[in-house]
């Protein structure tokens, strides 16, 4: 049974950092795209990276370039979202996705 339990959100003060963990059981992570989403309510979630497999071609939208990025362990089978530069619009839940598979969600608050 394939599982994926994020971890890491809170709140943090714009500017601040955050790095969201994804630990995935089943599968090994190294074998296939992985992907963070986001979603605040009434909303469709939305991409903000992806790491493709095979190689380590990466995708951000505009919104987060420069300041996110993704990674992920194959020792450990943990993918990782560092965020960097955080603002009050990146105030969402974040959901990381492996396969069809997807984790439950952690709450990032950015607010001072």
């Known amino acids: 049974q394939v599982q994926l339990v994020e971890s890491g959100g809170g709140l943090v003060q714009p500017g601040g950092s955050l790095r969201l963990s994804c630990a995935v059981s089943?599968?090994?992570?190294?074998?296939?795209?992985v992907a963070w989403y986001r979603q605040t309510p009434g909303t469709d979630r939305e991409l903000v990276a992806a790491?493709?497999?095979?190689?380590?071609?990466?995708y951000y939208p505009d919104s987060v370039k420069g300041r996110f990025t993704i990674s992920r362990d194959n020792v450990n089978n943990t993918a990782f979202l560092q965020m960097n530069s955080l603002k009050p619009e990146d105030t969402a839940v974040y959901y990381c996705k492996y396969l069809q598979y997807w984790g439950q969600g952690t709450q990032v608050t950015v607010s001072s």
């Open positions: 089943g599968l090994p992570v190294s074998q296939y795209t």
């Open positions: 790491l493709y497999e095979p190689g380590t071609y990466t």
